[in-house]
């Protein structure tokens, strides 16, 4: 018995006529099927948001919208222009033609989620909800599910916390020129205003377990199980979005195309495929690995600075809540009270290492989407607090959430070091503002 004459035959499929199924080749077919197990969607955010937001609407019932466009070109802060992959929502017209980070997505536990994406520009396209647990076909991995065409993402979101979504085909470029947003899971009843709430703004509650921190006031504790949409929850007065990403302005350049970085196939997948003579042509095969960023970004905003060296934000950045899911006052620069809850999102959408760094305790509530201590995982963690000057050190699509309530005033910046991937080389040091009054 050898390779040649097996002891057993195996037949196989051919996969004549089905080339894009097995291998990664422009163009795979775009396919817009109709979503298995369609039920009515049940999320109320698009509704307030065509409610409040100015020229906003709501195309399909109770159903997000989520455009993938490509090849729009932005300005940083020394003049130079980049190119980038944008996510819109036509729905709202500050959001219609793209924005770098996407818009941020809101939703209560416990929907039934619509998300109609369509990939537009060069293809193809996914949306991954990153750390949602959707079914496979919802899952938006290309390969496993399809690429899109147009069609209509459903899933259920059963832990409070932050996410993020992206463009999971050809997932290495299309991240990093900014096919990405920021998700946010909410309490169920976070839209729903009949307690007297600023649906529409602060305070608002995140899930944490925070029985051991009597600082942090208005904690509700209890059981997951019981009907209250508030069960391990504590509020927040304070809400700010760090999205932070760094950019290699000539690996831009070079893998602008994306037919680059695919090899030419061979007539075996896998086997001989040639890697040096790809079908654009106009250069040898690009390694994706050699990255070397010297633009340094957090939620949209530039650190002007060059590598090496260190520069900060201005002062009173927010988010619109056009961008923001009808939200009004996201901050990224933070501008707080004594004694409010401060709650920080961080996301590293950077290919190199980072650091973050405060000047006042914090207290980690939340890795990846998950509470810290919250059932059903409070066997095996539990929050924690950073001390003042102990970084935090992040990778590429981690989240962490901490909160912060001070008694004392403060004018002072959050650090963000940026460190090589591989080399563990010094890049950049970016200043966030941090004045609590």
Known sequence: MSFSKPGHKIPRRSVAGHEAEWVKSFDPPKASPPTPDLLKPTNPVPAFVAANVPGAIMALPYTQRVHLMHGTDLKMWDGKKIEYFLIGNPDVPMAANGT???????????????????????????????????????????????????YTYQWQPNHIGSYFYHC???????????????????????YDPKDGKNVGGYPRRTAANL???????????GNLESGDPHAM??????????????IDSVWREQAENAHQTFPEHGDQPGVNDDFHNNDKGS?????????????FVVTGQNFPGRVGGAASIRTGVTIPPELNSGVKGMQVSINAKVNQTILVRMLCAAFVKIKVVFTVDVVCIAYDGRSLGVPPFGKYNYPYTIKAGTPIEMSTAQ??????????????YAQVEYRHHLSDAFLFNGRIPFVVQ
């Open 283 to 295: 250069y040898d095969f690009f390694a994706f690995h050699d990255y070397n960023p010297d633009y």
């Open 100 to 150: 770098f980070p996407g818009p941020t997505i809101r939703v209560p536990r416990g929907v039934v989620f619509h998300g109609q994406v369509e990939g537009h520009g060069q293809p193809p396209h996914t949306i991954h909800w990153h750390g949602i647990e959707p079914t496979a076909i919802n899952d938006g991995v290309g390969h496993t599910s399809m690429e899109v065409g147009d």
């Open 399 to 412: 989240r962490c959430d901490v909160l912060i309530r001070t008694t004392k005033p403060m004018n002072s």
């Open 233 to 246: 929850t504590v509020p927040y007065d304070v809400e700010a979005l760090w999205v932070i990403d760094d």
């Open 168 to 190: 999971h085909r050809n997932t290495i470029q299309h991240f990093e020129f900014g096919l990405y947003g920021f998700l946010i899971i909410e309490p169920p009843d976070a």
């Open 211 to 221: 029985a051991n921190y009597p600082v942090f006031p208005g904690f509700v504790g």
